[in-house]
């Protein structure tokens, strides 16, 4: 019972009034940025990292802040699905489904309510998840050397294309485009500059917070300017009413079953690389609707059809935390944007990070644990205030988005080439989502660009030059081979396994 | 045809990374692999993802009309005005300019997105530099 000592340490770092505190507001303004259609948890932690960089918060306040802010997302996401039938972020997709029938029906409080709890109990039973997983993964992951780490880093690209793309030599091309932005900048090992054309800022290689922050948030400006301009934004759909918030109880025995069997999915669909929170959300209700939708309910304003895919997005965020705390190899955009918060904080994670710092990791999960509550409360009882914000209209909305970007990364920097590069990076992230091809593998590939070409320097090192080290052990052949298996597999079999594409294109890019 | 475009880029992109690749200088201190080796293993992958595009391309993508590219050119023309404004103006100032050019072209009437300029910038002064203390470009009035 290990884990239950570290957690008990944990909550002895968490519950400060200032962490309290912090978790409060991130998950305030986590369900906000949820429930905002355009905003995110990729983009609105995005634009909130460079804000907590600068603000000089330690780490462990800091992640306690964004992580709140990631589960605060994953609850808001339902709350415009269910009233306005466009989803807050992506993940949230499959809660519009039954979510915006039983508003038309007069169930809208119901259906906030069965999938507030629905995403509690998600995110709380995969919260336990991650407390237990990761310790184990920690062990596995001790074992592995460097040429395992490349082999894992070729594993997490791989395999990322899978789900956000529909097209395997897209998401390669993004990996790629990725990779070769994190190669600018003065090598590590030798000290010699590489790519940066002679130009002193590229020394330095190019921050990945700026390419973050333009190629999630910035480029949302973009796609919502172009919608107004050839006349397809939808402008203010008149929300439902709201009705009681408080679900009868024969609705919560109805979907108990719906809600756990939505957590185990989700849960493992979080956990795996490259598949998250969507995929998550999807499967969960893919299944529960083949085995319950006997009288064609679902469709048409079933909770059930509520309650699995919310407990699914929610799990899959947790869980997804697991491959992030334990490898450092993030399984989805949002975790990506919270690794690129912790480099930021020179914080390494990995194994490393449980055995050396046990406080930030601990304290973090039982940050979450807390939030979970804290995020319960605010949906049930004060769900009627994120209503009202929903009514903010994104001609004053995404000006903020856009202003609050710039602030940002000048406050790291108070650079103008800074801001440059993050206006090239948001026009670059406009295009390459017109063209369909995933942003999640080009945030990646800046990200941990550097970290996989040391760890096959090191390997080659070791090996004296000797490139077969790469396949020198069993546990690394075995992680070469998942990753062909998972890049190939979409190919073959893609179709059944996809969730389907956005009915709005006016959903959060990630997850 | 749009994707048999972009994988021409690709392609030319990836041969333009590999060629520049070959350029890195060697360093006196070495290690195996050499700061060239992976840059141009990147360059492969991109190209090899390029061709595959020019051969199989997906449907065309839906293309904005000129008035939607004009709309975010100018809109990106004001972003770099505003980036080089920032020092000489001062960040309220400035942003009061983007932030209401921005709602205007998201649909704001023009009164309307005066007041949202000037509101959006004088809240986030106050949220992120009175009351958070972040560091914002001073301009001339020391705003």
Same mark, same amino acid.
């Given at each position: 019972m290990e884990t239950l000592s570290h957690l008990a340490d944990g909550f002895a770092v968490a519950f400060t009034l200032q962490n309290l505190a912090l978790a409060l507001l991130g998950c305030f303004l986590g369900t906000i940025i949820g429930a905002l259609p355009g905003l995110g948890p990729s983009n609105g932690v995005a634009i909130l990292i460079p804000?907590?960089?600068?603000?000089?918060? #330690?780490?462990? #306040?800091?992640?306690?802040?964004?992580?709140?802010?990631?589960?605060?997302?994953?609850?808001?996401?339902?709350?415009?699905?269910?009233?306005i039938n466009i989803p807050g972020d992506e993940p949230a997709m499959m809660t519009t489904l039954d979510g915006y029938p039983m508003a038309r029906k007069g169930q809208a409080g119901e259906a906030l309510a069965i999938s507030g709890i629905a995403s509690f109990v998600g995110s709380f039973l995969a919260t336990w998840g991650l407390a237990f997983?990761?310790? %184990?993964?920690?062990?596995?992951?001790?074992?592995?050397? #460097?040429?395992?780490?490349? *082999?894992?880093?070729?594993? *997490?690209?791989?395999?990322?294309?899978?789900?956000?793309?529909?097209? %395997?030599?897209?998401?390669?091309?993004?990996?790629? !485009?990725?990779?070769g932005i994190a190669m600018i900048g003065v090598d590590g090992q030798t000290g010699v500059p590489r790519l940066a054309f002679g130009n002193v800022h590229l020394y330095e290689g190019i921050d990945f917070l700026i390419a973050i922050v333009g190629l999630f948030a910035l480029s949302e400006v973009f796609v919502f300017l172009e919608e107004r301009a050839a006349g397809t934004g939808l402008d203010s759909k008149s929300?439902?009413?709201?009705?009681?918030?408080?679900?009868?109880?024969?609705? !919560?025995?109805?979907?108990s079953g719906s809600m756990i069997r939505g957590t185990i999915l989700g849960f493992l669909a979080g956990v795996l690389p490259g598949a998250g929170a969507s995929l998550g959300s999807?499967?969960?209700?893919?299944?529960?609707?083949?085995?319950?939708?006997?009288?064609?309910?679902?469709?048409?304003?079933?909770?059930?059809?509520?309650?699995?895919?919310?407990?699914?997005?929610?799990?899959?965020?947790?869980?997804?935390?697991?491959?992030?705390?334990?490898?450092?190899?993030?399984?989805?955009?949002?975790?990506?944007v919270l690794l690129a918060m912790l480099l930021a !904080?020179?914080?390494?994670?990995?194994?490393?990070?449980?055995? %050396?710092k046990p406080d930030i990791v601990w304290g973090l999960i039982a940050a979450l644990f807390i939030g979970n509550v804290m995020l319960l409360a605010l949906n049930l009882p004060m769900v009627?205030?994120?209503?009202?914000? !929903?009514?903010?209209?994104?001609?004053?909305?995404? #000006?903020?988005? *856009?202003?609050?970007?710039f602030v940002g990364i000048y406050g790291i920097s108070g650079s103008t080439f800074d801001l440059m590069v993050m206006i090239i990076f948001g026009v670059l992230g406009w295009i390459l989502r017109k063209y369909d091809i995933p942003l999640v593998p080009v945030i990646m590939g800046v990200l941990l660009g550097n970290a996989m070409e040391v760890n096959l320097r090191r390997a080659m090192t070791i090996s004296d030059g000797d490139w077969s080290i790469l396949v020198g052990s069993p546990l690394a052949i075995a992680l070469w081979l998942l990753g062909i298996a998972g890049f190939l597999f979409p190919i073959v079999a893609g179709r059944f396994f996809r969730p389907p594409q956005p009915i709005e294109d006016r959903v959060a890019e990630g997850d | 045809m749009s994707?048999? $475009?972009?994988?021409? $880029?690709?392609?030319?992109?990836?041969?333009?990374?590999?060629?520049?690749?070959?350029? $890195?200088?060697?360093?006196?201190?070495t290690?195996?692999?050499?700061?060239?080796?992976?840059?141009?293993?990147?360059?492969?992958?991109?190209?090899?993802?390029?061709?595959?595009?020019?051969?199989?391309?997906?449907?065309?993508?839906?293309?904005?009309?000129?008035?939607?590219?004009?709309?975010?050119?100018?809109?990106?023309?004001?972003?770099?005005?505003?980036?080089?404004?920032?020092?000489?103006?001062?960040?309220?100032?400035?942003?009061?300019f983007a932030a209401g050019y921005l709602s205007w072209r998201l649909g704001a009437k023009p009164i309307e997105s005066v007041l949202a300029g000037v509101c959006i910038s004088f809240g986030i002064y106050a949220v992120f530099h009175l009351a958070l203390g972040l560091s914002l470009a001073k301009g001339p009035l020391g705003i």
């Open positions: 804000v907590a960089f600068t603000l000089g918060l #330690p780490a462990t #306040p800091a992640l306690i802040l964004l992580t709140s802010v990631y589960y605060g997302a994953m609850y808001g996401g339902r709350i415009s699905s269910i009233l997983l990761a310790p %184990q993964l920690v062990n596995v992951a001790l074992l592995f050397g #460097p040429a395992e780490y490349f *082999a894992l880093y070729f594993l *997490a690209f791989a395999t990322l294309g899978g789900v956000s793309s529909r097209n %395997q030599a897209k998401a390669a091309f993004a990996a790629a !485009l990725g990779l929300a439902v009413k709201l009705g009681r918030v408080v679900p009868p109880v024969a609705m !919560l025995k109805e979907t999807f499967m969960a209700y893919s299944m529960e609707k083949r085995l319950k939708d006997k009288n064609s309910t679902f469709g048409k304003g079933d909770p059930r059809g509520v309650a699995a895919p919310e407990a699914g997005n929610n799990a899959a965020a947790g869980g997804a935390l697991v491959p992030m705390l334990a490898l450092g190899v993030p399984g989805s955009g949002t975790t990506a !904080l020179n914080v390494t994670p990995g194994p490393l990070l449980f055995t %050396q009627s205030i994120f209503v009202r914000v !929903l009514m903010i209209p994104t001609r004053f909305l995404m #000006p903020i988005v *856009a202003m609050v970007s | 994707d048999r $475009i972009l994988g021409g $880029i690709g392609i030319l992109l990836a041969a333009f990374y590999i060629w520049q690749s070959t350029l $890195i200088e060697e360093s006196f201190i290690d195996p692999v050499g700061p060239k080796t992976f840059p141009i293993i990147i360059g492969i992958v991109m190209a090899l993802a390029s061709l595959v595009m020019v051969l199989k391309p997906d449907a065309e993508p839906h293309w904005p009309q000129f008035r939607s590219l004009f709309e975010i050119g100018l809109t990106v023309a004001v972003m770099v005005a505003y980036t080089y404004l920032l020092p000489l103006a001062g960040f309220v100032i400035a942003t009061i």
